[in-house]
């Protein structure tokens, strides 16, 4: 029931995680650590863009093993029929206003909106 308990929290997209590995965004990590891990959110999505930037950097190991340690207090929300069905919305909408958005980011804000989550 972990995606239950997702509801009102945080969805972080892959940016975010990233600038929050590389320690460049004490802001955003501020904010963050005022909140409980169970709390926080990554998607399908991010998880997979994350890994493969692991995948083709010069340290993969390493950086597996990070991604791992980062991952692992964090609610992970899976892309359903749910998402799909907001993704057809949301790329209807935003391509009617000449407002198309690419398709990582388009699939991560359907997994977003279902749950009312703030990313």
Avoid at 75 to 88: K, N, Q, T, V
């Amino acid at each position: 029931m972990k995606i239950a308990q997702a509801l009102n929290k945080f969805l972080l997209d892959t940016n975010v995680c990233i600038r929050l590995l590389n320690k460049k965004h004490t802001d955003i990590e501020r904010h963050l650590r005022q909140h409980q891990p169970s709390e926080i959110a990554l998607c399908s999505i991010v998880k997979a863009e994350l890994l493969y930037g692991a995948r083709h950097s010069q340290h993969v190991e390493a950086n597996l093993q990070l991604l791992k340690q980062f991952f692992t207090p964090l609610i992970s929300l899976p892309f359903d029929d749910r998402c799909a069905e907001e993704a057809g919305l949301i790329c209807a909408d935003l391509a009617a206003q000449g407002n198309p958005i690419g398709p990582n980011n388009l699939l991560i804000a359907a997994t977003a909106v279902p749950l009312t989550l703030f990313w």
